[in-house]
């Protein structure tokens, strides 16, 4: 497996571009199966997480291409309903094909995408949803098996579970009910900025939504839909660690090319509040740390809140930050697991539920550390980044998942990082021997 290499301490000074949206360009790939006609989407990262999409939808029976940034989807009319174990275990993103093949097909098999190490992730709110909207849905053997013979009805369907809103199933629900007969009003919706170029992307194609990005959306089902053109967001979340990377080191001055600042308030008011510089301008923010960092307290929470995908990354400012800083995890409560590994790095966090008391310690010491999941590896990144010596991140596969070109981007700003590929290891060690 890869592991990347950092020798830390390195002051990271210039500029970085933003990449397109892992988060809106997945449920958009999974959204031009509700059309036979094709449609290309523009600014699409590449990462692990979309070449797995590429690979659902072709299973599925499209024909895609991604070239350069660009997925066009072609799915014609032979599209199958069953998306497999194999791919979706991989991807829990892939749970966004259930609610297009669902409202197309009238019929959807597709394998529950089960939990990962940021907690249990239940998809109960997407079943619930597209059982309002009449589809008969059964758990059997791994899979949710969901009919609606004659075709899906438009209905209420409240959305809010315990911890919220859920973006996905909002997702699921939208696309799944811009088929369906008649109209259906989501209530307590998800209002990520993800989830709203979703619906811009199903209104070219001819859908009938209003009020995304509130909590109330309504869609008038449409007979039928045509393919379309769409560029996806920037990647709020890239663009936020790239951000708290320029708030880490004093001396570090980043400026963040195409990124959609309103999609970030929540994270600029924690870094002006930790002593960084922050300017804005229309499509960048610069970021830069002068002096003294001071303690914040975080509680992540559904858009427009402190975003958990953050949450990680901020720590791993934190752990550098004099005084006591805390973070309540209200989204995923066990989404902790970068703490054992920070710690290894001479971090002093506690924890105490699903809250994380920081006591800041000045510095940290570069350590072997593990990857856990894809926002923990970023946090570890930071934190080898700012520290002294030697970090070496391994497993850093995850990171794949959702950084494109991200030791590209570091080294450019100055860092000192390179990948290690696992065929070098392997060299090493015939040498060694
Ligand atoms: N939840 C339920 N039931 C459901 C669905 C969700 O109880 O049926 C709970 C979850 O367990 C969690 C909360 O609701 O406690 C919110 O989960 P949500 O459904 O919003 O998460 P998601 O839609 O599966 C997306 C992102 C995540 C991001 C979350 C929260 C994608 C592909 N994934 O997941 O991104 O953390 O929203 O903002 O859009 C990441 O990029 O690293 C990542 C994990």
Redesign the pocket.
Known sequence: MDKIVIHGGKKLVGEVMNSGS??AS??IMAAALLSAEPSRIENVPDLR?VHTMVKLLRVLGAQVDYTNGVVEVYPGNAIKSNAPYDIVSTM??SVCVLGPLLTRLKEADVSIPGGCV??????????KGLEMLGADILIDHGFVKAKAPKGLRGADVYLG?????????T?NVLMAATLAKGTTYIEGA?C?P?LVDLAEFLIKMGAKIKGHGSHLIEIQGVKKLHGANHRVIPDR?EAGTFMVAGAMMNGNDILVRNCIIDHNHALIDKLKQSGALVLKSKSSIRLKRRGRLRPVDVTTL??PGF???LQAQMMALMTLTPGISVITEK??PDRFIHISELTRMGAKIFLEGSTAIVSGVGHLSGAPVMAS???ASAALLLAGLAAEGETEVNRIYHLDR?YEKIEEKLSALGAEIFRKKEESQKELAAVAL
């Open positions: 892992k988060n997945l449920p997480d829990r993103a940021i907690g249990a992730r239940p998809i109960d709110l997407h079943i579970g315990n911890f919220g809103s859920s973006v996905l199933a997702a998800a990520e993800e979340i559904p858009y975003p958990t995908d989204i995923y999941d894809l926002r959702g």
